[in-house]
């Protein structure tokens, strides 16, 4: 057992951030001399979270600092080889495990830049590879991307609520799956509309902007309000927020004033007051009164209390006074949908002859479980000033035709022809090619830029929140009836 349960987890490698079942099967296709097969996998989502019209993509910059890191060390592979079967016999031989100490990683990646809309049943990554390094993927490059996406939609349904200019804070740390959780959330937060965060560990990671006010036990730690507001002030006389509901909030604001006006007196302003408990709607206009009839009209009013989207909605339809929202439980948990459901499906295998491609696909009862085959790329069609049209999913091992039409996989009947002088950008660009990378990463700042445009550029009725608008995504014409053509050859016909 590790005795240092905590500090010991990130060790330099990360290899083992898998399922068994991916090295049981790495096994599996090196005995049956299957490992380099080359292989194409997806990555992507079925439907969008929190019943939404879209997600914003994100995770990639974490995925590829994973990847670029990916080897067995000696420690890994003693853990390996100290597995049992279920009759005492050693899980993975010696030969495997040498066959991993030995492995390179040199598959392909494309994938959507961190930032970008993404809809149900697009392809967010797409790894093309030998079959045995493809599988090796999955489970890490799932839990990186599915939860940062989760995540950084959830902030860019909340930015939608709380307009452009108003601040959003993240304050979620103490209620985070745990310390990874709450730096993940932190990071994709930000990426998808916060402007800073209480998380000091992920400002020093991330260079995201921290911000903090104080806790009810300052208060309590004084005589009044006015020597804890006043010893506050004196530590930060030019950055001070006073948490004013500890007691009574109208007369706590009040108490605040009264610190402002000596901290005025000494060439300081008082930054803002925050709301924690009662009525936001009906105390906020009370202390945006107050504070205007005081002479403090540039005092911020901060908000928290379990914030999330629908909640800022109603509070600024009730004529609310809030300027800065602290959001915190809702926004890092992602609160009303635990994940985001991404998965990673097998889409072409290379033919045994290396003649071409042998397109696979996985059948479900549930239409929209069954898997789309092929090598895709998603191609965003644009509309009047740039603006998202439709999206087609087409298989780039085979030729276009002159004439497009979109056919929507849930019914064949809903079909958009596109002209072929449509602008259009492709979705997938290439990150890694035969294990190098290619691309230069944005930073943070910019993939959050990104992820704002794109929401912006959507449909209103696209990015509202009770039953969003569908953006049309379709399957070119050839593609669609090849998957049809697929179904129909894989599924059994059972007489009645």
């Keep these: 057992m590790n005795a240092a349960p905590l500090s010991g987890l ?7 951030v898998t399922d068994l079942y991916q090295l049981t099967m790495a096994y599996g296709y090196w005995q049956q001399g299957l490992q380099d097969r080359e292989a194409v996998f997806h990555l992507y989502f079925r439907k969008a979270p929190f019943q939404g019209g879209y997600a914003v993509a994100a995770g990639l910059a974490l995925a590829v600092d994973w990847v670029e890191n990916l080897q067995f060390s000696d420690d890994d592979l003693a853990y390996l080889g100290s597995l049992r079967g279920s009759k005492g016999g050693v899980m993975f031989p010696a030969e495997f495990l040498r066959y991993l100490r030995e492995l390179k990683f040199t598959c392909d990646i494309d994938a959507m830049p961190e930032g970008t809309v993404v809809f149900g049943n697009e392809p967010i990554m797409r790894v093309r590879g030998p079959l045995l390094q493809a599988q090796l993927l999955e489970t890490a490059l799932l839990t990186l991307i599915n939860f940062q996406t989760l995540v950084a939609t959830k902030a860019a349904r909340i930015r939608e609520a709380a307009g452009p200019t108003d601040q959003i804070l993240e304050f979620g740390l103490r209620r985070a799956q745990g310390f990874d959780g709450g730096l993940g959330a932190s990071r994709a937060a930000y990426l998808g509309g916060g402007d800073a965060t209480s998380n000091v560990l992920a400002g020093q990671r991330y260079g995201i902007p921290v911000r903090g006010t104080h806790a009810h036990s300052w208060v309590m730690a004084f005589e009044n309000e006015v020597q804890a507001f006043s010893a506050y002030a004196q530590a930060f006389p030019d950055d001070s927020v006073f948490l004013v ?5 109208l007369e706590g604001v009040r108490q605040a004033i009264h610190v402002a006006r000596d901290m005025r007196a000494r060439g300081h302003e008082l ?3 925050r709301l924690d ?7 906020s206009r009370e202390a945006r009164a107050v504070l205007d009839e005081a002479g403090f009209p540039e005092t911020r009013i901060v908000a928290s209390n379990d914030l999330e989207e629908n909640l800022i909605t109603s509070l600024k339809q009730q004529g609310a006074r809030i300027d800065t929202w602290g959001v915190g439980t809702q926004l890092v948990t992602a609160y009303n949908q635990a994940a985001l459901g991404g998965v990673y499906k097998l889409a072409a295998l ?9 397109f696979t696909i996985k059948l479900s009862e549930q239409v929209a479980k069954t898997s789309i085959p092929g090598i895709l790329q998603v191609r965003r069609y644009l509309g009047e000033h740039g603006k998202p049209r439709a999206d087609m999913l087409y298989n780039t091992a085979e030729d276009l035709p002159n004439h497009l039409i979109l056919i929507d996989p849930a019914d064949s009947t809903r079909r958009l022809p596109i002209r072929p002088e449509t602008q259009y950008r492709e979705l997938l660009e290439p990150v890694f090619r035969r294990g190098r990378r290619v691309l230069d990463l944005p930073t943070l700042a910019e993939s959050r830029a990104l992820a704002q445009r794109e929401v912006q550029a959507l449909d209103p009725g696209v990015r509202r929140f009770l039953n969003p608008h569908t953006f049309p995504v379709g399957l070119e014409m050839g593609l669609y009836e090849y998957r049809t053509s697929l179904i129909l050859e894989k599924r059994p016909v059972r007489p009645a």
């Design 10 to 16: 990130y060790a330099p490698s990360l290899a083992l």
């Design 245 to 249: 509901d500890t007691y009574d909030t």
């Design 271 to 273: 930054a803002g007051i």
């Design 277 to 283: 408990s009662g009525d936001l709607a009906y105390l």
């Design 350 to 358: 290379r033919k045994a002859d290396d003649s071409g491609w042998d």
